[in-house]
């Protein structure tokens, strides 16, 4: 059995990879940025209603510099509305409101995903250097073996493809 089949295989898995992950990693730096903006511009928005305070204003523009977001839109809602929630005849700041946490939400969802990908990437990738060298005919002699690692380093490559594409599916709207 020609066992450079195995070590070019897993040669290819690992740049395969490597290759997805770069454009996934622009992908998601494209969503990201989207998202920030819109929140920024709704941030703005808050900002700009008249009964603010200087000093909250501050306080927010602080937290939209950093992007801490979810702080944000608690601290927001605290001064706008108070412990007790919506003021009658705010519907309009509630829909801002509204459109920001879901913004907040995506924003989370795809920072979680992207990160849970780069370690599911990095352990594939490691997975292949580690293998490359042991299937051939001295370390690993039993041919149905160096086979069985194979397929599943392919599924795994396979499963690691499979959430690139459910991150790159999620886009900013």
Do not use: H
Request: net charge positive; charged share 25%.
């Amino acid at each position: 059995m020609d066992y450079s089949l195995f070590y070019y295989t897993y040669s290819t898995i690992a740049q395969t990879l490597a290759g997805a992950f770069g454009f996934l990693i622009a992908a998601v730096l494209y969503q990201r940025q989207a998202l920030s903006s819109r929140l920024s511009s709704v941030a703005e928005l808050l900002e700009s209603k008249p009964d603010l305070a200087s000093i909250e204003k501050d306080r927010l523009r602080n937290l939209k510099i950093r992007e801490e977001w979810v702080e944000y839109l608690r601290i927001a809602r605290e001064l706008r509305f108070g412990p007790r929630g919506t003021r009658s005849g705010e519907t309009e700041i509630e829909e801002l409101f509204e459109r920001f946490q879901e913004d907040v939400d995506k924003l989370s969802s795809i920072s979680k995903r992207f990160q849970w990908s780069l370690v599911f990437t990095g352990v594939t990738i490691t997975a292949c250097f580690i293998l490359m060298p042991l299937t051939n005919k001295s370390v690993i002699g039993n041919p149905y073996l160096a086979g069985f690692f194979l397929i599943v380093t392919v599924a795994v490559a396979i499963a690691n493809l499979w959430t690139y594409y459910c991150l790159l599916r999620s886009k900013a709207r």
